[in-house]
């Protein structure tokens, strides 16, 4: 088995309304890239928030009370804690710097997602903005490969990720958070091992896999390569979703 990862080249800067489809097809020619069947995209989130309008000025934000609360408590802006708290479900712990939360998409993590690296300040230079995450990333995933897949012919599979850190573990690591056209997991409960042993409790998480690979190949400062081709994933393509890798809470351990 053989997995290559290529960053296109040629992305432009993403802007609210840009077609994402159409950019990376046209980054794909000017990578010499010609799709086949079984290929996968991978895109960072920031590029598919930023075309899908998710950008938001700090300005037009007003805090409430809570969020004045809780911005004292950790140490952080009102205006961007007030945004935390509508992109989440509830949080689960907050220390200053730091606020932990179950996102409405569900799953746990950071300061809700919401980043300042690599966001235009647009026109003005005093003006802040942060980026949310995408409303519904499976639904940008299957849109943008359903419009690849149409202009290529080619069987294909999506994924939008994001940097997210781990329990007990030090730095983040690229994580799928929504994806189509491949599956989330790969159950192997039944297969044999190496000595004939029956595997009884392996389930592969080969988006978050691919995901952190990728990830490596994007980089997380100025690098400019937000999407990523895969070609030799070694699992057959078939619908997943994000749903798939949210672990229910009465299994969580660590809350």
Not at 167 to 195: E, H, N, Y
Request: net charge negative; aromatic share 4%; with cysteine.
């Amino acid at each position: 088995m053989s997995l290559s990862l290529s960053p296109l080249t040629g992305m432009p800067l993403v802007a609210a309304g840009d077609d994402l489809a159409a950019l990376i097809a046209s980054s794909l020619g000017a990578s010499g890239i010609a799709l086949e069947d079984n290929d996968i995209l991978i895109l960072g989130q920031k590029i598919v928030s930023k075309a899908e309008g998710r950008q938001v000025r700090l300005a037009a934000v007003t805090p409430g009370q809570r969020a004045r609360e809780i911005a004292e408590l950790v140490e952080k802006d009102p205006r961007v804690v007030e945004l935390m708290l509508g992109e989440s479900r509830t949080i689960l712990r907050a220390r200053p710097g730091t606020i932990i939360v179950e996102h409405r998409l569900g799953f746990i993590c950071a300061n809700a997602g919401i980043d300042h690296s690599n966001v235009s300040q647009g026109e003005d230079a005093h003006e802040e903005f942060v980026l949310l995450l995408p409303q519904d990333p499976d639904r940008s995933a299957a849109a943008i490969r359903m419009a690849l897949e149409a202009s290529s012919g080619k069987r294909l599979g999506v994924m939008v990720i994001d940097s997210h850190g781990r329990a007990w573990r030090v730095g983040t690591v690229g994580t799928c958070i929504g994806l189509s056209g491949l599956p989330a997991l790969v159950d192997q409960r039944g297969w044999k091992d190496l000595f004939g042993h029956t595997l009884r409790s392996t389930i592969v998480g080969v988006a978050d896999e691919l995901a952190a690979a990728a990830s490596l190949v994007m980089g997380q400062a100025g690098e400019g390569t937000p999407v990523v081709h895969a070609r030799g994933f070694p699992y057959p393509l078939q619908d997943g979703s994000l749903r798939d890798m949210i672990r229910p809470i009465e299994q969580d351990l660590f809350r």
